[in-house]
T-cell receptor
């Protein structure tokens, strides 16, 4: 069964450093997403991406965040200057038709 | 703003003891209600999508139903391997925002042997 692959599985970074979280969506999917889950809280929408541009973003997704699909297979989330409150599980998801969504296993980001 | 509330927050069952999880929602323009299973440290794993009131879907020991205001996930004769957090999410929104999932906090199900 096709999978969404995320790397790394765990990333530890110092406050103020830049991090890039990587995702390989399912190959025939067209819509890409990032969600995050702070420990003990709900899974929250960050951003959706279609046709090489952001189609929607949440209030969380401020100027410190950016997304990119650099080579037609990878989908990345960059946090420019990490804060302690950015510590969370970050999930990538993809969809072929916006009717079903496949999630990756997540990257646990720990900001120290 | 879309809202999803799941209850109970945690449920402990004995193996074979059937029960139901509840998901109540408010959303404008519901495009789908999703159930996911999440194991510790993993991403949500898709179970079901329901689109309209009255719809039901089944998979092994799980059955999901939908009304205009809530959805139920019925677990029949659960086994220890059904232990997980079950997440409910709605696809919908207002102001043109119709394709983001809004999740509930989930129900942590523990099935004891």
């Amino acid at each position: 069964e096709p999978e969404v692959t995320q790397t790394p599985s765990h990333q530890v970074t110092q406050m103020g450093q830049e991090v890039i979280l990587r995702c390989v969506p399912i190959s025939n999917h067209l819509y890409f997403y990032w969600y995050r889950q702070i420990l003990g809280q709900k899974v929250e929408f960050l951003v959706s991406f279609y046709n090489n541009e952001i189609s929607e973003k949440s209030e969380i997704f401020d100027d410190q965040f950016s997304v990119e699909r650099p080579d037609g297979s990878n989908f990345t989330l960059k946090i420019r200057s990490t804060k302690l409150e950015d510590s969370a599980m970050y999930f990538c998801a993809s969809s072929r038709d916006r009717a079903s969504y496949t999630f990756g296993s997540g990257t646990r980001l720990t900001v120290v | 703003e879309d809202q999803v509330t799941q209850s109970p927050e945690a449920l402990r069952l004995q193996e074979g003891e059937s029960s139901s999880l509840n998901c109540s929602y408010t959303v404008s323009g519901l495009r789908g209600l999703f159930w996911y299973r999440q194991d510790p440290g993993k991403g949500p794993e898709f179970l079901f999508t329901l689109y309209s009131a009255g719809e039901e879907k089944e998979k092994e020991r799980l059955k999901a139903t939908l009304t205009k205001k809530e959805s139920f996930l019925h677990i029949t004769a659960p086994k220890p391997e059904d232990s997980a957090t079950y997440l409910c999410a709605v696809l919908g929104g207002s102001g043109g925002s119709n394709y983001k999932l809004t999740f509930g906090k989930g129900t942590l199900l523990t099935v004891n042997p």
